[in-house]
């Protein structure tokens, strides 16, 4: 009995053993793990390294030619003591690197902010495009943007407009959205498809007023509304849509040349694509809409738009108007006011609505194109 006591005893001593090194085993792979990804974490972060975002001098590199970059530079950096060394370079500071999302960063430069997808870049020798000037700072690594010409066009539309509601509103956390705030990865996706294209897409309409009025989705509203500059209508893009599993698309009405909006459907939810037609010799511009039973043509005048800018919703960059209000005001008067989707009608609440002709059924099948029931 005793021995059997004994051996009872000596195998839970070696089981205790076992587990207090299986114990320790496991938090050693917890440590290691965690270092990694910190380790992973900040090489991307400085593998973004010190930028160079000098107009001149990245044309002098696109070009080949003999490459010369007067001082001072434009460089994006973070290094605080590179910004202090304003003798040497002209700084925009890298304010922001979204982390969560890591797709865009964000950069200011004294009031000045500008927003960018990110992008590849490559290492440069500083010596290939300053000579050996002793006022680089030793071990400098300097980047360029891979695609030169792509970061120029982008620079065009880069100018972010921070967000700044109107409207604090309170809703218990259980309340729920026709639209949920995930959703926001689906509108960056769209505007992203459109530019594959050479599609400038911006929010528009209740979109556009979900961003400026409280920095998101209208938690009321049933669909989001993109608009799009007709000069840069694409049959690839509606090929596209004409095909794409994911993105279905819903209808196409009117004509490319001065009425068209498609409708698609993604998650269940409804994405209306307007065209923006600008007027000749005016300074407004139109979208057409069509009401589908009465088979009526109706026009949303607006002032032109003056130049895209970028915004955060929820975290994803998105492409808006520039002159945000301006456009709000045209469409809702009072933009500032909540009004429930249940009352407003759209082909009736609207300030800025033009009636217009009413086709006959044969003219209408010219320009009412169903392909998918949704939403």
Same mark, same amino acid.
């Given at each position: 009995m005793n021995k059997f006591l004994l051996l009872i005893r000596r195998i839970l001593l070696y089981s205790y053993k076992w587990i207090f090194l299986l114990i320790?085993?496991?938090?050693?792979?917890?440590?290691?793990? /965690?270092?990694?990804?910190?380790?992973?974490?900040?090489?991307?972060?400085?593998?973004? =390294?010190?930028?160079?975002?000098?107009?001149?001098?990245?044309?002098?590199?696109?070009?080949?030619?003999?490459?010369?970059?007067?001082?001072?530079?434009?460089?994006?950096?973070?290094?605080?003591?590179?910004?202090?060394?304003?003798?040497?370079?002209?700084?925009?500071?890298?304010?922001?690197?979204?982390?969560?999302?890591?797709?865009?960063?964000?950069?200011?430069? =004294?009031k000045t902010k500008k927003?960018?997808?990110?992008?590849?870049?490559?290492?440069?020798?500083?010596?290939?495009?300053? &000579?050996?000037?002793?006022?680089?700072?030793?071990?400098?690594?300097?980047?360029?943007?891979?695609?030169?010409?792509?970061?120029?066009?982008?620079?065009?539309?880069? /100018?972010?407009?921070?967000?700044?509601?109107?409207?604090?509103?309170?809703?218990?956390?259980?309340?729920?959205?026709?639209?949920?705030?995930?959703?926001s990865a689906r509108i960056a996706e769209f505007l992203e498809i459109l530019s594959l294209f050479s599609?400038? =897409?911006?929010?528009?309409? =209740?979109?556009?007023? &979900?961003?400026?009025?409280?920095c998101s989705i209208i938690p009321h509203t049933q669909d989001v509304d993109i608009a799009m500059f007709a000069n840069q209508h694409s049959s690839a893009l509606l090929n596209f849509f004409k095909q794409s599993d994911k993105f279905k698309l819903i209808h196409m009405l009117g004509k490319p040349e001065d009425s068209f909006e498609l409708s698609v459907a993604v998650d269940g939810i409804k994405i209306d694509l307007f065209y923006l037609y600008d007027v000749p010799g005016g300074n407004t511009s139109y979208t057409s809409s069509m009401r589908i039973p009465q088979r009526q043509q109706l026009k949303a005048i607006y002032p032109k738009v003056k130049g895209i800018c970028k915004g955060d919703l929820h975290g994803h960059l998105v492409s808006l108007p520039c002159n945000v209000e301006e456009l709000l005001k045209a469409d809702y008067g009072n933009w500032q006011e909540d009004v429930p989707t249940s009352q407003y009608i759209w082909d009736k609440t609207s300030q800025n609505l033009e009636y217009g002709k009413v086709h006959t059924e044969e003219e209408f099948k010219e320009l009412y194109h169903p392909y998918f029931n949704c939403c």
């Open positions: 320790l085993f496991s938090c050693a792979i917890v440590l290691i793990v /965690k270092s990694t990804r910190q380790s992973t974490k900040e090489n991307v972060y400085l593998n973004l =390294g010190n930028i160079l975002f000098d107009q001149d001098c990245l044309k002098s590199i696109q070009q080949a030619k003999n490459i010369t970059c007067q001082f001072p530079v434009t460089i994006a950096t973070d290094k605080e003591d590179l910004l202090k060394n304003e003798s040497v370079f002209s700084q925009i500071q890298l304010v922001k690197i979204n982390e969560n999302i890591s797709n865009y960063m964000l950069l200011a430069a =004294g927003a960018f997808f990110r992008f590849e870049t490559k290492l440069i020798s500083p010596e290939q495009l300053f &000579g050996k000037n002793r006022s680089i700072p030793n071990k400098f690594n300097l980047r360029v943007p891979v695609h030169i010409q792509d970061f120029f066009e982008a620079d065009k539309n880069s /100018k972010f407009l921070d967000c700044h509601p109107t409207l604090n509103r309170s809703m218990p956390w259980y309340t729920k959205r026709t639209i949920p705030i995930m959703f599609v400038s =897409g911006f929010l528009f309409n =209740g979109s556009l007023l &979900g961003w400026r009025r409280e």
